[in-house]
């Protein structure tokens, strides 16, 4: 994913807390003239959308794994300074509205996620669990309730 972000008015001080607060994420945020970034995407038909944020003073990160964090990250930091603004971002090979970036946000951490899915399994072995313990003293049950039924 990246993300574009109008960095014009940040001080030296305020870009070096947006990358601390990135890393944590594995973004990174790099400051590049557009006619570089536009050479870079030339030829690349995942990137071509980003063509159209490319005026002004941008500051692009770039997002390999925790897109929610980081994009929480970014929302934070703007908060924060009141400085910067979120020119677009490119999620696939498609550039995103701001609602659909506030939505990414949203979502709960990669590390919520993997405890909610172990928590789903671990819920459904312990009635796999229940269920195959069940059998042999149901089966001992239908057994007493036999042989008392014959003995009467």
Known sequence: MAVVLDYKGLTIKEMSDLRSRLQTTNGICK??????????????????????????????????????????????????????????????????????????????SKEVLMAKIAGALNGVAT????SINEVPSGLARSLKQHSEKSES
């Open 31 to 108: 400051v590049t003239k557009n006619s570089l970034m536009r050479k870079a995407i030339d030829g690349d038909s995942n990137w071509n959308d980003l063509e159209t944020l490319l005026s002004g003073t941008n500051a692009f990160v770039l997002i390999k794994e925790d897109v929610g964090g980081a994009v929480k990250a970014i929302q934070s930091f703007q908060k924060d300074t009141k400085k910067s603004e979120t020119k677009g971002a490119l999620f696939e090979g498609r550039l995103l509205s701001d609602s659909e970036i506030k939505e990414i946000a949203s979502l709960p």
């Open 127 to 130: 009635k796999i669990a229940i």
